[in-house]
């Protein structure tokens, strides 16, 4: 799951849980996640994302990339920041785990201002990024930084996977995720790259992991895991994190779902089409709109910004997504639902809503 600190509606890591599974405790997620025991583990995977904690050597090779290519650029920060790389070590070192944000006022504390925020921050990413440090935890989201011995099992430490053994085990479970795609696809699940990618595939084929298929409308061949199946029916309706897989690799998207999906909160709002955050939809099996959610905690409101239908999308499908909005609102914790008007489909949804019993 990909971590976003974006909160206008709900954090991204909690929503694809939801868009599966429906109305579920969060805190549950959490002590998964995020408590001193959790099973699961922080790191760069597709990007920053949470990843189960057995699979962390998997990333060794990433890691020290990441560390060659930033140690052996003499314009980059980590280059001429080793004394500052030296403190933060020494510092979790002693203070086990902990917060940038206490680090950083140890920091000013012990150097007299030397290094701010920024410098403290920067530090503690790049040690994450080459798998000195991890994620501690969180709580209220701010995460605690700890050296790796600190936190991860001796034996997951000590295990050493070469590159080409994980990137194939990651390109195989990426297949797996999705089902079936070009080797773009594949690769992009866990952000492994497409040159290195394409010998690994044709190992998998050679191997009988992966099945050579064509896609109609596909430019590029496809591939199908062999334990990968088409249901007879599916049948969903679910609002889809900017960051879901469904729709993270937005080519994907285009070439599945005749989908073009940009997030916007970084659009000047004077230039954005549909708005900040806006959520694709998804009826059964094909995404056919988008709305845009605000969380308005004050009011107790969950707001619908705009909303926006695909063409080709199917009548009458405003009740279903109004039963969906209420059963947003109710895991949100929220009384209301309101619909602003902007875009073609706010109209339908107001007028569903009005007929709407919540709760």
Same mark, same amino acid.
């Given at each position: ?196 990618? &394409?010998?690994?595939?044709? !190992? ?5 992991? =992966?099945?050579? *298929?064509? +896609?109609? /409308? ?103 997504? &109004?039963?969906?909005?209420? !059963? ?5 914790? =929220?009384?209301? *639902?309101? +619909?602003? /008007? ?18």
């Amino acid at each position: 799951m990909q971590i976003d600190s974006v909160n206008v509606f709900e954090r991204s890591h909690y929503l694809p849980v939801f868009a599966r599974l429906g109305a579920y405790d969060k805190a549950l997620l959490d002590r998964l996640t995020f408590s001193g025991r959790a099973q699961y583990v922080e790191t760069w995977a597709h990007v920053a994302s949470i990843v189960p904690l057995e699979t962390w050597p998997l990333w060794r090779w990433k890691m020290r990339a990441f560390k060659a290519k930033h140690l052996s650029d003499p314009k980059h920060w980590a280059s001429s920041n080793g004394a500052m790389l030296d403190w933060l070590r020494a510092e979790l070192a002693s203070t086990g785990p902990i917060t940038a944000g206490k680090i950083e006022h140890d920091a000013n504390k012990s150097t007299g201002a030397w290094w701010g925020w920024s410098d403290v921050k920067l530090g503690l990413e790049y040690l994450f990024l080459w798998g000195e440090v991890v994620s501690a935890g969180r709580k209220n989201f701010e995460r605690s930084y700890a050296l790796t011995e600190q936190v991860l099992p001796q034996s997951l430490i000590d295990a050493e996977v070469d590159e080409h053994s994980a990137r194939k085990q990651l390109l195989t479970w990426g297949a797996l995720a999705h089902g079936l795609g070009t080797v773009s696809d594949l690769a992009d699940y866990y952000r492994l790259g497409l040159t290195p990618s &394409v010998p690994i595939v044709q !190992e998998l084929v050679d191997e009988g992991v =992966l099945l050579p *298929v064509s +896609v109609e /409308g596909w430019k590029k061949p496809a591939y199908l895991h062999h334990e990968a199946r088409i249901p007879r029916r599916i049948e969903a309706t679910a609002l889809l994190s900017p960051f879901d897989p469904v729709v993270w690799e937005r080519d994907r998207a285009l070439r599945l779902f005749d989908f073009h999906y940009r997030i916007e909160i970084y659009t000047p709002e004077p230039k954005r089409i549909y708005g900040y955050y806006t959520l694709p939809l998804l009826i059964d099996d094909n995404v056919v709109g988008r709305i845009d959610l605000k969380s308005d905690r004050q009011n107790s409101t969950l707001r619908v910004q705009s909303a926006w239908l695909e063409p080709g999308a199917p009548a009458g499908i405003e009740g279903r997504v &109004v039963d969906h909005l209420d !059963e947003i609102r109710a895991w949100q914790g =929220l009384d209301n *639902v309101a +619909v602003a /008007g902007r875009g073609d489909f706010s109209p339908a949804l107001a007028g569903a809503l009005a007929h709407h019993p919540l709760g």
